[in-house]
């Protein structure tokens, strides 16, 4: 019995840390994200515009393991690489979460369609949604292929169909994002990396738009909305070796939006 409780001790020690890179984690489901992957006992770096903050983001190692990054600046991006290098410590990424977005709103939250949508708005939309998930993964694909690990790039329904709320610089920037992650499981996937795009539908968060209620009522079979906790389980399962010969798909999360 000492014997096999030796055994099992040296094996529990011997386990590797994994670690996760998640974009857009102060809220919703990044926030739950962070959470899921800190239970399972991953270390967990964090990247957003905004500074850490200890009563929105009470996880171990918040603050020191926090970059600072806005990723409507490609430039800025592709800078932070070597910082988020140096933060891993031994070269390796086990999962990079691309779950940072932005929808901007014109008056009283209006949709922004193609009319009402100039260059600007365009190129900041497709840097936070697109550009960056590309670069990122790019400048850290070594880390990435030492770790046999993955990418998890969250789209949108807004992705596939057109939304009563969601603008048309975030819907097409979604759409690439959803054909990003298919080139880039083709070339990745001969290295051992996997990646994966989860979908989400009308979620429970702060971002919510007024009027959801009618599509919740009309729209979504079962007839309520998604909890922050159901995507972030998904983005844990993909990220798990239950799931090793996923690669290049897009799940939806929606209670049946889709259909």
């Known amino acids: 019995m000492l014997r096999l409780f ?7 020690m011997t386990q590797e840390t994994k670690t996760l890179l998640l974009t857009g ?13 800190q239970a399972a006992g991953w270390r967990v770096f964090t990247a957003s515009r905004q500074n850490w903050a200890p009563d929105a983001c009470p996880w171990s190692e918040g603050e020191s393991n926090h970059i600072h990054l806005d990723l409507e600046d490609i430039a800025g991006v592709e800078n932070s690489v070597a910082l988020i290098k140096q933060k891993l410590g031994d070269g390796k990424l086990h999962a990079l979460v691309d779950n940072a977005g932005m929808s901007p709103k014109g008056a009283d939250g209006a949709r922004l369609g193609v009319l009402e949508t100039d260059y600007t708005t365009w190129l900041k939309v497709f840097n936070v949604n697109l550009f960056s998930s590309a670069l990122l993964a790019r400048g850290l694909f070594a880390e990435l292929k ?10 949108s329904i807004a992705g596939s169909k057109v939304h009563p709320f969601a603008g048309v610089a975030y819907a097409t920037s979604k759409a690439a994002l ?7 499981a083709y070339d990745f996937g001969p290295h051992g990396v ?10 429970d968060t702060a971002i919510l738009s007024a009027g959801t209620e009618a599509i919740v009522e009309n729209s979504i079979p079962m007839h309520r909305l998604g909890k922050p906790e159901e995507v972030a389980s998904l983005v844990y399962f993909l990220c798990t070796s239950g799931a090793s010969y996923v690669n290049g798909s897009e799940i939806h999360v929606n209670g049946g939006q889709h259909v």
């Open 146 to 155: 030492a770790a046999q690990g993955c990418v998890i790039n969250v789209t």
């Open 25 to 37: 984690a102060s809220r919703g489901i990044g926030h739950a994200t962070v959470k899921h992957f």
């Open 178 to 184: 959803s054909a990003l992650t298919r080139e880039m």
């Open 6 to 12: 030796g055994r099992a001790a040296r094996f529990v």
């Open 194 to 203: 996997r990646v994966n795009a989860i979908a989400p539908g009308e979620i």
